[in-house]
């Protein structure tokens, strides 16, 4: 069986840092994408970063320059490095995985969200 368990989720004050960690557990042959999504309140779920298994990353406009991505390919584990908060980051973060997994060859799996909320 296939999870994403994620931790590192909080409450910061704006100008903070947190650092979230996402474990993949369960039948793993590659991962060829891993990510991080957020969801704030009454908006739609939104990606924040993402990083393929040759390196490769990619941010939106909004983080880049405040958030990292970083993968332990080993450990089978994504982290996020959030720098200099702002209350627009609050929300829910949810890990992503898409790769040959589980037994699927494109499978894709999120994880069950982490609450972030950054105080003004």
């Known amino acids: 069986q296939v999870q994403l368990v994620e931790s590192g989720g909080g409450l910061v004050q704006a100008g903070g840092s947190l650092k979230l960690s996402c474990k993949l557990s369960g039948s793993t042959f590659s991962i060829r994408t891993m990510s991080w999504y957020r969801e704030a309140p009454g908006k739609q779920r939104e990606l924040v970063a993402s990083s393929n298994y040759g390196g490769m990353t990619n941010y939106p406009d909004s983080v880049k320059g405040r958030f990292t991505i970083s993968r332990d390919n080993a450990q089978r584990t994504v982290y996020l490095q959030m720098n200099n908060m702002k209350s627009e980051d609050t929300g829910v973060y949810f890990c992503?995985?898409?790769?040959?997994?589980?037994?699927?060859?494109?499978?894709?799996?999120w994880g069950q969200g982490t609450q972030v909320t950054v105080s003004s």
């Open positions: 992503y995985v898409r790769g040959y997994v589980g037994g699927i060859r494109d499978g894709e799996f």
